[in-house]
């Protein structure tokens, strides 16, 4: 594999983790400015959600 590819791959898994979290924080908290500071942890705060919610990752 390419580093190009490798590279692609990181970038696209790093906006993915960034968007969930802005959804995440949308929906909990409705403010614009948690919403951008989640968004800067990205894939962080979306696995402290899903340890820190009722039923955990089992949904």
């Known amino acids: 594999m390419s580093s190009s590819h ?3 791959a990181t970038n696209a898994g790093i906006g993915l983790g960034s ?5 995440i ?3 909990v ?3 614009i400015l ?5 968004g ?3 894939w962080f705060y979306v ?8 039923g955990g990752l089992s949904g």
Do not use: D, M
């Not at 948690?34 to 989640?38: E, K, M, P």
């Not at 696995?47 to 009722?54: C, D, E, N, S």
């Open 47 to 54: 696995i402290y959600h899903a340890f820190t919610r009722p």
């Open 34 to 38: 948690w919403a951008i500071l989640h």
């Open 6 to 8: 490798v590279e692609k």
């Open 19 to 23: 968007a969930i979290a802005v959804a």
């Open 25 to 27: 924080s949308w929906s």
């Open 29 to 31: 908290n409705k403010s």
């Open 40 to 42: 800067f942890f990205g």
